[in-house]
């Protein structure tokens, strides 16, 4: 949404900037979202509830405020109350909503290589998690034997169970760090 909402506004600034008021400006834009996103996407329902709503003489401010409550977007609600402030004080509209647009889309290319890196690192963290046991059955199935003084006496058995404590409190950590990674950046 944010991305589509970026683009959405980047329209708008372009449409000002030809002279077209804010209010035309984002009605029309609905066409260009619809050529870029489809029809169907949530930018262009959105743009249709605007359009609809400034039929009936509600605000554009309200409209977009309305909007970023919906979409519990903050970029969306942070871009609604800037534009009504600089609506009501007057100053550089096209280059004010420009300047937005440029904001979120950065903001949402972030997003993005933090979330693939996110992935990457949770591919890891499985592989890392699974290399041991796949080493293990490996080595048990080609060389029959080889673990034998391992798991046949005492000692042994107290080495390879502590192993598997460090082993198993590893996943722990890593599973635990990638939640919270995870949870910080949702």
């Known amino acids: 949404m944010n991305l589509e909402f970026a683009e959405c506004i980047l329209s708008v600034s372009t449409m000002m900037k030809a002279g077209y008021s804010a209010e035309n400006a984002f009605a029309e834009s609905e066409g260009d979202m619809a050529m870029l996103f489809g029809g169907r996407s949530i930018i262009c329902r959105e743009l249709a509830l605007i359009r609809r709503g400034l039929l009936i003489n509600i605000s554009l401010e309200e409209l977009l405020a309305d909007l970023g409550r919906r979409s519990d977007s903050e970029d969306i609600e942070r871009f609604a109350e800037v534009f009504s402030i600089a609506k009501r004080n007057g100053g550089n509209m096209p280059e004010m909503i420009r300047n937005t647009a440029e904001l979120i889309a950065r903001k949402a290319e972030m997003r993005r290589e933090m979330d693939?890196?996110?992935?990457?690192?949770?591919?890891?963290?499985?592989?890392?998690?699974?290399?041991?046991?796949?080493?293990?059955?490996?080595?048990?199935?080609?060389?029959?034997?080889?673990?034998?003084?391992?798991?046949?006496?005492?000692?042994?058995?107290?080495?390879?169970?502590?192993?598997l404590i460090v082993y198993m409190a590893a996943i722990g950590f890593g599973e635990l760090i990638m939640k919270k990674l995870s949870d910080q950046l949702g």
């Open 116 to 163: 693939a890196m996110l992935s990457g690192k949770k591919m890891e963290l499985l592989i890392m998690e699974g290399m041991p046991l796949a080493m293990i059955s490996y080595i048990g199935i080609t060389s029959p034997g080889y673990f034998d003084m391992l798991y046949h006496n005492v000692q042994g058995v107290c080495i390879m169970t502590g192993c």
